[in-house]
């Protein structure tokens, strides 16, 4: 039987898509697998030796930001030195603590709003936040990737940080306006639940007026949330950022 003509674009398109998502993922294995090894290249000194960095989430996804484990003898002060050597690193990113501690950021690597915008574009690059249709009640695997990305934003407050929902061409645009300011408030509200102070977050829908370039406007993959990071003035960071309990 012939393959239909549709048949075979839509299949071409996922196989892309395949490719594509599975090509950023190997690039971000190969960034954390590089990190890792310089990592435990400083932890492999004697006084750090109980303690491990693991650049991976949860979920099993490679990532810039490491968790520290071990070393639960160590005073708060040691503790900091270790975090902050691991910081040095170049392109390691904020660093917590299994404990729940975390390391806002390294005074010899400043933070700027733009390393933390690159950040987040990095994790949303080969993941979408993504939300039941005509909904803005996010699924579980999104819930995980906003732990990642309030991560990513942590060291940058005090910047203003907007979230943008975009929605496809699909329904009308009243309604999508709508909706896409509700999803955007959703991350929002997720956001501060997560830590991220009310006051630096700005949310704003844009309905299906900014589709990704290259796509048809009523493609789902428009159908998405966009972060950008506003310099003002950032907080400075303390090297320990709100110890969590031992």
């Known amino acids: 039987m012939p393959i239909r003509p549709s048949i075979a674009v839509l299949a071409g398109a996922i196989c892309?898509?395949?490719?594509a998502v599975a090509?950023?993922?190997y690039s971000a294995s190969s960034i954390s697998d590089d990190l890792a090894a310089k990592a435990d290249a400083v932890l492999g000194q004697s006084e750090n030796a109980q303690v491990s960095a693991a650049f991976v989430t949860p979920g099993g996804w490679p990532t810039r930001h490491p968790t520290l484990s071990g070393g639960e003898n160590l005073d708060e002060k040691e503790?900091?030195?270790i975090a902050t050597s691991i910081a040095g690193i170049p392109g390691v990113g904020g660093i917590r603590w299994s404990d729940g501690s975390m390391l806002a950021a390294s005074a010899a690597v400043p933070i700027t709003p733009m390393h933390c915008q690159k950040d987040v574009e990095a994790l949303?690059?080969?993941r979408t936040i993504r939300f039941e249709e005509s909904s803005s009640s996010m699924d579980s695997a999104s819930r995980e990737l906003l732990d990642e990305?309030?991560?990513a934003l942590r060291p940058c407050l005090g910047s203003i940080i907007a979230i943008t929902g975009h929605t496809d061409k699909s329904g009308p645009e009243p309604g999508n306006l709508a909706l896409s300011r509700e999803r955007a408030n959703a991350v929002r509200n997720a956001l501060?639940?997560?830590g991220i102070p009310r006051d630096g977050l700005r949310a704003v829908g844009v309905g299906s007026q900014k589709p990704v370039e290259g796509l048809d406007p009523s493609d789902p993959a428009n159908r998405r949330i966009e972060f950008s990071v506003l310099a003002t003035e950032p907080l400075l960071p303390t090297p320990v950022d709100t110890?969590?309990?031992r």
Not at 16 to 19: E, R
């Open 16 to 19: 892309t898509a395949c490719i």
């Open 79 to 81: 503790r900091a030195r």
């Open 243 to 245: 110890p969590g309990p």
């Open 149 to 151: 990305v309030e991560t």
């Open 124 to 126: 949303l690059r080969a």
């Open 192 to 194: 501060i639940r997560r």
């Open 23 to 25: 090509a950023s993922n």
